[in-house]
């Protein structure tokens, strides 16, 4: 019903910038709460950044609070994710997902649709 892809990872320096995004398909997200989680080998999914559907709304992890930004475009089906100042254990892949049912989600196990990931690496 939906698909989401991520896209934007790559490698970057310690104190270096990048800006994720998540495009969907299939049904319009205006309804959906979205959110990004990153994962590594062997750990959960973690919560990062979450979005309502206006965009008006955000929460944010205590480790990336003042660096990186979630914001979304629903005419462009598109949520962002804004990550400045990396830091080393931001080296993730970073997942979107979506939630019809909350405001959007703080737990891997209420994400209805996610994406393949994408991936992050900072290096010193």
């Known amino acids: 019903q939906v698909q989401l892809v991520e896209s934007g990872g790559g490698l970057v320096q310690a104190g270096g910038s990048l800006t994720l995004s998540c495009l969907a398909s299939?049904?319009?997200?205006?309804?959906?709460?979205m959110a990004w989680f990153r994962q590594v080998p062997g750990q959960e999914h973690e919560f990062v950044a979450g979005?309502?559907?206006?965009?008006?709304?955000?929460e944010y992890a205590d480790s990336v609070k003042g660096r990186f930004t979630v914001s979304r475009d629903n005419s462009k089906m598109t949520m962002y994710l804004q990550m400045n100042s990396l830091k080393p254990e931001d080296t993730a892949v970073y997942y979107c997902?979506?939630?019809?049912?909350?405001?959007?989600?703080?737990?891997?196990?209420?994400?209805?649709?996610w994406g393949q990931g994408t991936q992050v690496t900072v290096s010193l």
């Open positions: 299939g049904r319009p997200l205006y309804n959906y709460g």
């Open positions: 997902g979506a939630d019809r049912d909350s405001g959007w989600p703080r737990a891997w196990t209420e994400v209805d649709y």
């Open positions: 979005v309502e559907w206006s965009g008006r709304h955000t």
